[in-house]
Structures are given as structure tokens and as C-alpha cells.
């Protein structure tokens, strides 16, 4: 399979989303222009998975073109929403050429020595596709569910693989200018690969690290259109609030007031995910 082509620039906002709102605003008579500036290079090699598959086999995804986001606190955090309910631990994997999620590892197990962690965590090289995707297929053999930090590039080799073969797609985003260019990319690559793979991933939009007491009235109205226009391409959860008690993640275990704080979140993406297949 054929990965993506470096293709320097980015979106404009006003090429995807601020496109697809003027579609829906009278009141915008500025002419919208743009296109998207990565293209995957994709082949039809890939055999989706056409049955269907429950949680517990389940290869689920955090990912956008934008890093800083709060994809790996999010993992994590749903790791242990996971485990609480499986009644077991969680198979996670470190995509992200920093290294996040294993090096939060390194820490806990230094401050926490005589701890039990909540799962495994394994460290996967994105720079061969083929071997990503020999990686990704043995992944379906699994029989717990397996969580999967990408990096925040598309252009990584192995990345389209690894949303290929994804059962679940998690997209943490924020309501800054940067990070819904970055999110409109990514939404024109996750259609590409359904168009050309004929997979169906479920994509869950988490509005992630929001500061609820901010805003003008005109700027929540925008955030409310492009919770909109996601909505098209996915479900978007409810959001999680950019609070202190989410600086102090780890992968030993939850918080209450972190569980508390991520419930309406995760209940979401666990039953459109396990109930409504």
C-alpha cells in the first residue's frame, strides 16, 4: 500500500469548515476558497474487516492531524474507563514518534514502583508501511481492546495503515483556528480512505481541554456551526473541560473527579461503539 505524498502547506479554515458553514449562512457573502493540501496516496490491497466486531477485539484509534490536543491524556483516560468496565487491562500502543505515552510510563513506574499498571504498552515504528500493516492485521488476532496513539503528522509513513485498519477513530480537537484547519485535513483523508478501501471506521469529534467560561456570543455560535459540520462525519461527545485534575493523568489509575469529568464522554463513544452496530 502507498502512503502519503509530502505535500507541503495547510488548509485554510475557510477551505474546508468555514466552506461547508457559508453552504448554511445567508449572512456570509464572502467567497469561500481552498482546497486540501494532503493527498494519500492509496491502493485497494487493503481487505476491510466486514464483520462485525465487539469491544473486546476492537482497534481503537486517537488521532489528528494537530498535535497538542490531549490525545494521549485522552487515551489514557479512556483506558481506565475501559478497564473499570472490562474488569481487565488494556492493550495500548505508542505510535507517536515522541513517545508520550511510554515515557508518562517511565514515569508512573519510577514513582510508583510497587504499583499494578493498567495495561500493557507497546512501542510501534511508523517508518515501514509494510511492516505497520503486517503489525496492524496480527493486531485483529487480538482478544483484548487495543488503543493506539498516532502522531499528530499525516505525513507519517505508516499512518495510513494504522487508520485503515482502525475500528474506531477518537478525534480530539479544540476550538482554535490551527487545530480546525488540522481537523478538516484529517477529515479529508478519513474520507479518502473510506472511498478507496471501502472500510467504515466509527469517528467520535471530542471537543477536549474546552474552557467553558470563555468566548463572545458570535465566537460560540462558530464553535456551534463546526460541532455541526463534524457531526456530519461522525459523532461529537460531549466535551471535556480543560481542568487542573487532567494535568495529573497517569496510567496507573483514575481520579474520581477525572472519571467524573470524562463519563458523559466515554459512556457515549462506549454505546454508539457496542450498541449500535
Not at 30 to 38: D, L, P, R, S
Not at 107 to 125: T, Y
Not at 145 to 169: F, H, K, M
Request: charged fraction near 25%; glycine fraction near 6%; aromatic fraction near 8%.
Amino acid at each position: 500500500m502507498a502512503y502519503l505524498s509530502r505535500v507541503g502547506g495547510h488548509i485554510p479554515l475557510e477551505g474546508y469548515l468555514s466552506k461547508e458553514i457559508s453552504k448554511n449562512s445567508k449572512s456570509d457573502k464572502k467567497k469561500k476558497t481552498g482546497v486540501f493540501a494532503y493527498k494519500p496516496k492509496i491502493t485497494s490491497t487493503f481487505a476491510p474487516r466486514n464483520n462485525l466486531v465487539d469491544i473486546e477485539t476492537m482497534t481503537i484509534t486517537f488521532a489528528n492531524q494537530k498535535g497538542g490536543v490531549g490525545k494521549t491524556s485522552l487515551l489514557i483516560l479512556f483506558s481506565h474507563y475501559l478497564s473499570a468496565l472490562r474488569k481487565d487491562k488494556i492493550l495500548m500502543i505508542d505510535a507517536d514518534h515522541q513517545r508520550s505515552l511510554l515515557n508518562q510510563r517511565k514515569v508512573d513506574q519510577e514513582n510508583f514502583p510497587d504499583c499494578d499498571f493498567g495495561g500493557d504498552i507497546i512501542e510501534l515504528n511508523l517508518e515501514e508501511p509494510s511492516v505497520v500493516g503486517e503489525f496492524m492485521e496480527e493486531l485483529r488476532g487480538e482478544t483484548e481492546p487495543v488503543l493506539i496513539d498516532a502522531p499528530g503528522n499525516l505525513t507519517e509513513p505508516g499512518l495510513i495503515q494504522v487508520l485503515a485498519y482502525s475500528d474506531v477513530i477518537v478525534v480530539p480537537y479544540q476550538y482554535e483556528n490551527k487545530v480546525l484547519e488540522s481537523s478538516g485535513t484529517f477529515i479529508s483523508v478519513i474520507a479518502q480512505l473510506r472511498e478507496k478501501l471501502e472500510i467504515s471506521p466509527k469517528l467520535f469529534f471530542v471537543p477536549n481541554r474546552i474552557k467553558t467560561g470563555v468566548g463572545l456570543k458570535n465566537e460560540k455560535s462558530h464553535w456551534a456551526e463546526i460541532d455541526e459540520i463534524f457531526a456530519r462525519h461522525g459523532t461529537v461527545t460531549p466535551l471535556v473541560k480543560d481542568l487542573v485534575c487532567f494535568s495529573r493523568v497517569n496510567t496507573i489509575t483514575i481520579t474520581k473527579e477525572q472519571s467524573e469529568q470524562t463519563k458523559n464522554c466515554f459512556d457515549l463513544i462506549y454505546t454508539k461503539v457496542c450498541l449500535e452496530k
